[in-house]
C-alpha cells in the first residue's frame, strides 16, 4: 500500500494547509497573520501556528508582524535543479543554442500538466530579460509554448487529454489553439515533422521552435526551445535554420543523457 493511504485525511489536510500558507507567502510577497488568515479563510489561532512550525522548520521569517518564506528554498530549488538530468546534461547546449542563435534559448520539462522552465540562456541580441526571467519563476500552460507542445506531441494521448481537461486551452493571443481537435492536429504535424513552433501564440511579435528532448525508450524528458523577434525569425531562418539547430541541439542532450545512463550499468 501507498504510504499516502495509510495517512488520514487529517494529516493530509494539515499537509495542504501548510502549502496552501507556503504558496501565499509567495504570491503575497510576505503578509502578516491576520492578512494570510483573511486570504485563505481560516482562523488566525490555526494560521500562526501553521507559521510558527513553518519558521520551526526554518521555511520562514519573521521580520516585525510579516513573515517571508525563508532563503531555504533558494538551496532547495539549486539541490532540485542541479539534480535533474535534463540541466546536468542540457545546460551547455542551451548556452551554445543561444550563441550560435543570438536569440533567448529555453529548457524546460512538464511536471503536473505544467511547464517549469529548467534554464535559460540569452544570445547577443536577446530581447525580453523580464519576461524571460519571470518563466522561470511560475509554471505555464504547455498549449501555446514551443517547447510545451513538443512535449504534448509525445506524451500518450490519454495523458494529453487529461492536461486539456484539468487546466483547459486559455488564450494568450489571437493565434493561440483554443480548440482541442486543432491542437491534436497540430500535436500529429508536430510528431511528422519533428519539431514544433509557436508563431505568436504566446506573445505577440515572438516566434519559438521548440524540440522534444527523449530517453533510449522514447519517453520524453522535457524540451529545448530558441525565440526571438518575428522580424528577425523570419523566411528561411524560421522554416529551416533553426529548427535544424534546435533538433540537433536536442539529440546532443539526448545522447548525452542516454550515455550517462549506460555508463552505469557498465
Excluded at 150 to 165: F, G, K, S
Excluded at 170 to 181: L, V, W
Excluded at 232 to 238: A, C, N, Q, Y
Aim: proline share 2%.
Amino acid at each position: 500500500m501507498d504510504e499516502s493511504e495509510t495517512r488520514s485525511p487529517r494529516t493530509l489536510e494539515t499537509v495542504a494547509r501548510a502549502c496552501d500558507v507556503i504558496d501565499a507567502l509567495e504570491e503575497l510577497d510576505g503578509a502578516g497573520v491576520t492578512e494570510l488568515a483573511d486570504y485563505l479563510g481560516t482562523s488566525k489561532s490555526s494560521m500562526y501556528t501553521y507559521l510558527s512550525t513553518l519558521r520551526e522548520k526554518q521555511l520562514v521569517v519573521k521580520s516585525g508582524d510579516t513573515y517571508r518564506l525563508s532563503l531555504q528554498f533558494l538551496y532547495l530549488g539549486k539541490s532540485v535543479r542541479h539534480n535533474h538530468p535534463l540541466y546536468e546534461h542540457g545546460k551547455q547546449q542551451v548556452d551554445r543554442l543561444a550563441e550560435e542563435s543570438g536569440e533567448y534559448a529555453h529548457l524546460m520539462c512538464e511536471q503536473h500538466g505544467l511547464e517549469r522552465n529548467i534554464y535559460k540562456a540569452a544570445g547577443e541580441n536577446a530581447v525580453g530579460d523580464e519576461y524571460h526571467t519571470l518563466k522561470q519563476q511560475r509554471a505555464d500552460y504547455l498549449h501555446f509554448t514551443a517547447t510545451g507542445k513538443a512535449v504534448l506531441a509525445h506524451l500518450p494521448e490519454r495523458r494529453v487529454e487529461a492536461i486539456v481537461d484539468r487546466y483547459g486551452l486559455g488564450r494568450n493571443t489571437e493565434r493561440t489553439i483554443t480548440n482541442s481537435d486543432a491542437l491534436f492536429a497540430e500535436l500529429e504535424d508536430i510528431r511528422e515533422r519533428g519539431y514544433a513552433i509557436n508563431d505568436e501564440e504566446e506573445v505577440k511579435g515572438i516566434r519559438a521552435i521548440g524540440a522534444p528532448v527523449r530517453d533510449e525508450d522514447g519517453v520524453v524528458l522535457g524540451a529545448i526551445s530558441v525565440s526571438g523577434p518575428t522580424g528577425r525569425i523570419d523566411g528561411e531562418l524560421f522554416t529551416d535554420t533553426l529548427p535544424d539547430l534546435v533538433m540537433r541541439s536536442a539529440n546532443v542532450i539526448e545522447a548525452n543523457i542516454n550515455m550517462s545512463s549506460a555508463s552505469r550499468t557498465l
